[in-house]
């Protein structure tokens, strides 16, 4: 039996004539402005999901095939009878691969996998500023906390997909080129997540994701490396020091990404049961099969995106 608290309606009489008001009229043009900076700084339609039209993301940022080819590349259907949690590896820099192949149409997402509406999840702090917030929703993105994940996953309607960067900002301290090293192994929300709405897993890698930057790394024992993993821990970001190309020379110095192709490998679903209270039993399994597929997807890509044999994925 579940017990209820009994409500006690409360009314503070005068509290209205303690300050004077300057009403305006609904039509006015007072009015319609105040109106508008309360839509501006509003981050209540953040908890949830971005607008996500297909109008808005093919001309937010659509990426040319010169200097920095990115290539989206699906090894099997993605059916919108069912919905999908895809973990996107390697985080990089700025996640350049994953923004640009499932925030945008760059590459032709509603194409290569029709019947999906996908949501890209951020930070929140993403979402915080106006304009800024408003560039991420015109995307379709999403908050990354559980709400809104829940949100999007509980809708009654099939065929969403929320796409995690699972490594977060902690996989640029590692975003080496040449390196390919994933924090994963006590990463297992999304799996929970999965779980919790039956979702398939579905792992996804961006080669040459690390490769558009040059990253300063310091040892593991050093100050530095403790000032970066100090700031993750306070502020959710990492300060790296990195660099890339200029503005009108790929011979200069800037922070504009280097002329490096990206290609966004797309790999198989595995099918995950709903359970709305997974044991732990249950997340590691899956995780588990997860980190598999993932390796194996690694693997199977590798030489064809420019790889050498030997190259092998870390876990950390």
């Not at 007072?30 to 309360?38: A, E, G």
């Not at 949501?119 to 560039?135: K, Q, T």
């Not at 993932?294 to 420019?306: A, D, M, N, P, W």
Request: charge should be positive.
């Amino acid at each position: 039996m579940v017990l209820g608290a009994p409500l006690v309606p409360v009314y503070s009489f005068g509290e209205n004539d303690i300050f004077r008001v300057k009403a305006s009229a609904p039509d006015s043009w007072q009015h319609l402005f105040r109106v508008t900076i309360k839509k501006l700084v509003d981050i209540s339609p953040c908890i949830f999901w971005g607008r996500g039209l297909i109008s808005a993301r093919s001309w937010v940022w659509c990426p040319s095939p010169d200097p920095s080819p990115l290539w989206l590349v699906k090894t099997a259907e993605l059916p919108p009878d069912r919905n999908y949690v895809l973990g996107s590896h390697p985080h990089g820099i700025i996640a350049v691969g994953t923004v640009c192949n499932f925030a945008t149409e760059g590459t032709g997402l509603s194409q290569v996998f029709p019947g999906l509406r996908f949501s890209l999840a951020v930070l929140n702090c993403l979402l915080y500023l106006p304009g800024h917030r408003e560039y991420f929703l015109s995307c379709g993105a999403c908050s990354v906390n559980r709400q809104s994940l829940d949100y999007v996953l509980s809708q009654s309607q099939l065929g969403r997909a929320v796409v995690i960067l699972v490594g977060g900002a902690n996989e640029a301290l590692y975003a080496v080129p040449g390196e390919h090293c994933l924090t994963l192994r006590n990463r297992k929300g999304f799996v929970r997540l999965a779980l919790r709405h039956g979702a398939s897993l579905v792992p996804v890698y961006s080669f040459g994701e690390n490769d558009i930057f040059r990253v300063k790394a310091f040892a593991p024992d050093s100050w530095q490396h403790l000032l970066q993993v100090t700031s993750k821990k306070l502020l959710s970001f990492c300060p790296c020091i990195f660099w890339g190309r200029g503005l009108f020379s790929a011979k200069s110095w800037g922070l504009l990404p280097l002329a490096r192709p990206i290609t966004t490998v797309v790999g198989r679903p595995i099918p995950v049961p709903q359970c709305p209270q997974p044991t732990e039993e249950q997340v590691d399994h899956y995780h588990t099969l997860y980190m598999k597929a993932l390796e194996q997807l690694f693997e199977e890509h590798k030489e064809s995106c420019g790889l050498p044999a030997s190259t092998r994925l870390t876990f950390i």
